[in-house]
């Protein structure tokens, strides 16, 4: 299994609603990534986590909540979004080796706040 | 602050032309360097890693990485229709952990 499982694929979400954002790598990485892309702009960085612990947080407002319960899953929670945030939500993994230090990308979630 | 500088483009080149796309960086003590590849409506897809200075070849891509002048190139041979997406260039570096940083990306044009 060499790739990152991203689900669900499309959301669409009221400011009121609580959903989340779920992904799943089965390649034994220790780290894993979220990114917010914007259309026609680059990935931006959300959360690191790194051996199952949140390692870096770059600023995000606290209506996303990142989860890790193992090794192999990583979650967001969203809550009281705004239409702003409607993007398309990237996860990633890498060994966090500098030798093996690609990130595998999953297909994304799009989101969509009303 | 750092940052990663790539022209957006769009670059158009012909069907069997050499693509050039460029990349600079603005940290010295970055570690690793990727180019990706991104179809519109598509994640990025890994096609280039480059960590020494020099060229590295892979079928019709090689990377260039010149970390005096903190500069990186890819290079796209024989360039098909199929090649045509956006272009990011990332840098990776240890913060309290290893993280990348995508440029704004280069978006590729070739004409049949």
């Known amino acids: 299994d060499t790739e990152v499982t991203q689900t669900p694929k499309h959301l669409v979400m009221g400011m009121t609603n609580k959903k989340s954002l779920k992904c799943e790598q089965h390649m034994g990485h220790r780290a894993m990534y979220w990114y917010k892309q914007k259309a026609k702009k680059p990935p931006e960085l959300m959360f690191v986590?790194?051996?199952?612990?949140?390692?870096i947080n770059e600023s995000v407002p606290s209506r996303f909540s990142p989860e890790c319960p193992n090794s192999s899953l990583l979650n967001l929670h969203l809550h009281a979004l705004q239409p702003e945030d409607s993007a398309l939500y990237l996860c990633a993994s890498s060994q966090e080796n500098r030798e093996l230090a690609a990130l595998l990308f999953g297909e994304g979630s799009r989101l969509t706040v009303l | 602050q750092k940052e990663v500088e790539q022209n957006s483009g769009p670059l158009s080149v012909p069907e069997g032309a050499i693509a050039s796309l460029n990349c600079t960086y603005s940290d010295r003590g970055s570690q690793s360097f990727f180019w990706y590849r991104q179809y519109s409506g598509k994640s990025p897809e890994l096609i280039m890693s480059?960590?020494?200075?020099g060229d590295k070849e892979d079928g019709r891509f090689t990377a260039q990485l010149n970390k005096a002048s903190q500069y990186v190139s890819l290079l796209i041979r024989d360039s098909q229709p199929s090649d045509s997406a956006t272009y990011l260039c990332a840098v990776g570096w240890m913060d309290s952990s290893y993280k990348l940083i995508f440029g704004s990306g280069t978006r590729l044009l070739v004409r049949p």
């Open positions: 480059i960590y020494s200075n």
């Open positions: 986590y790194s051996y199952e612990k949140l390692s």
